[in-house]
């Protein structure tokens, strides 16, 4: 679990290729403060476990389930990404809970000053649409970042300074992809509505029969 604060941006060193898996290498400093082999570092928000660590870098090992899924299969030595440690239960939640299972990737629209903040807009699948709210929380390449507009084709969010310049955000151009992680809340609130809700839902009135509670 991640809360979508970037802790710093790292540098790709290098991406080897294993059958459709990857070996990814990734030069970084914040993040490796009390880090493990086995522990979790969300990279542009997608969940991946430490196999090999040293003085000022780690690796990963990317399955083909989350090159399929996520901008990583797109990594090559130089690129710049988003990292951030799971969450410790004694943290401050700054952002929002992220899991970092990405759900889809979005598409870089435009940005825009509005003042101090940039507005950046991106176009998303219908499916995870749904699941975006205006005022709600969303993940892009694990940012933690609130949604100032939803339209039928995708939705834009008010970005600080702060989190453009100590992000990838600011490398963004028209056309790029981003991985996308909806609220968690959302997507249970949207399951417990959905037509089909009632075929996979318990037997309330069994359970309270047999003792449950």
């Known amino acids: 679990m991640f809360t979508g604060i970037v802790e710093e941006t790292g540098k790709i060193i290098a991406v080897r290729t294993e059958h459709s898996s990857a070996l990814i290498k990734i030069g970084a400093s914040v993040v490796l403060n009390g880090t ?5 570092i969300a990279i542009n928000g997608a969940c991946q476990t430490v196999i090999a660590i040293g003085k000022d870098w780690f690796e ?3 399955s083909y389930e989350t090159l399929k899924l996520t901008n990583l299969s797109a990594l090559k030595p130089g690129d710049t990404v988003n990292l ?4 410790r ?3 401050r ?3 929002h809970f992220v899991s970092g299972h990405v759900d889809a990737n979005a598409q870089f629209v435009s940005q825009k000053k509005q003042g101090e903040a940039v507005e950046m807009t991106f176009n998303a699948p219908k499916a995870q649409l749904r699941q975006i709210a205006h005022k709600g929380s969303v ?4 940012v933690s970042l609130t949604v100032s507009n939803v339209t039928e084709s995708g939705f834009s969010a008010a970005v600080i300074p702060h989190t453009i310049e100590n992000t990838t ?7 790029d992809k981003v991985n996308l992680e909806t609220d968690l809340l959302c997507k249970y609130v949207e399951k417990y509505l959905s037509p089909d809700h009632n075929k996979n ?3 309330i009135d069994f359970l309270k029969e047999n003792g449950f509670f």
Do not use: M, W
Request: glycine share 16%.
């Open 201 to 203: 839902t318990l037997d």
């Open 169 to 175: 955000l600011k490398l963004l151009q028209p056309g």
């Open 89 to 91: 239960l004694c943290d």
């Open 60 to 62: 990963v090992f990317a």
């Open 139 to 142: 993940a892009v390449d694990g």
């Open 36 to 40: 493990k082999i086995g522990d979790s």
């Open 93 to 95: 939640l700054g952002g």
């Open 84 to 87: 951030e440690r799971a969450l």
